[in-house]
């Protein structure tokens, strides 16, 4: 994988984080140990796999689980917690990305990824910064993601029909290394990501599109349903698959 697709897909898996954890609270992404997805590209050239695990580190608080998101030979780690109000990333570690290789962007205070509440047409930019070497020369990449929620959709993959989905657009833009790109995300109730598209901005690449093949809830909490009015109910329930 050459340097371009490699940052490319670091820019998506940064802006599918975002997203994903936007909605970490609530059924549209169960964030129960142990819960897993598991995707394929449309081409079946290209594999994607998320899982949430306990976490070693909990950055004095209790709650904190990892996010893993690992595509092909690249993987990214986001550690989060759930509150009552919101949820909230102490860490990102990206294995590689282009010119540089790792890189940690931490989160201190913790910073906000949720909206509330969250309905159609919620827009919101999330901004972080960290610093790295490239070979003597030391520069701060910021990373700028900007999400809105457009649609109400019914899906079909693999793993079946979905029906209520959200439909999550994005816009990523990582400074300082001229990186930019764009991306849809569908969040199924009750089940999370189920479908992906992303491609960068400005290049020549056709987007990549992941669909769900498989995936293993184990729990779902303080669970959230979509409406036909455009909104969004709290309901209050516990399942185990």
């Given amino acids: 994988m050459n340097n371009r697709n490699r940052l490319w897909l670091a820019c998506v ?13 609530g059924t549209y992404y169960p964030d129960e140990i142990g819960n897993t997805w598991r995707f394929q590209s449309a081409n079946k050239v290209h594999k994607k796999k998320i899982e949430i695990s306990e976490s070693n580190t909990n950055f004095g608080t209790p709650g904190v689980k990892i996010l893993i998101d690992k595509t092909d030979d690249n993987t990214t780690q986001f550690f989060i917690r759930s509150t009552p109000k919101d949820v909230v990333i102490h860490r990102a570690v990206f294995d590689k990305i282009a010119l540089v290789g790792r890189v940690i962007f931490d989160y201190k ?12 047409e919620a827009q919101w930019v999330v901004k972080s910064k960290t610093k790295v070497k490239i070979l003597f020369l030391e520069m701060v990449i910021e990373a700028i993601y900007t999400q809105k929620v457009v649609a109400i959709e019914d899906v079909i993959t693999p793993a079946g029909k979905f029906r209520d989905c959200l439909k999550i657009m ?11 790109s764009e991306g849809t995300l569908w969040l199924a109730p009750n089940i999370g990501p189920i479908k992906m598209i992303s491609k960068p901005v400005g290049g020549k690449d056709e987007p990549k599109i992941y669909y769900l093949v498989e995936y293993d809830i184990k729990e779902e909490e303080d669970r959230i349903s979509v409406h036909r009015n455009n909104r969004l109910t709290t309901l209050w329930a516990n399942t185990k698959k």
């Fill in 109 to 120: 205070p913790p910073q906000t990824f949720i909206p509330t509440p969250l309905e159609l």
């Fill in 170 to 180: 994005q816009h990523t833009i990582l400074e300082a290394i001229d990186s930019e």
């Fill in 13 to 25: 898996s940064l802006s599918v984080f975002v997203s994903l954890n936007t909605f970490v609270q």
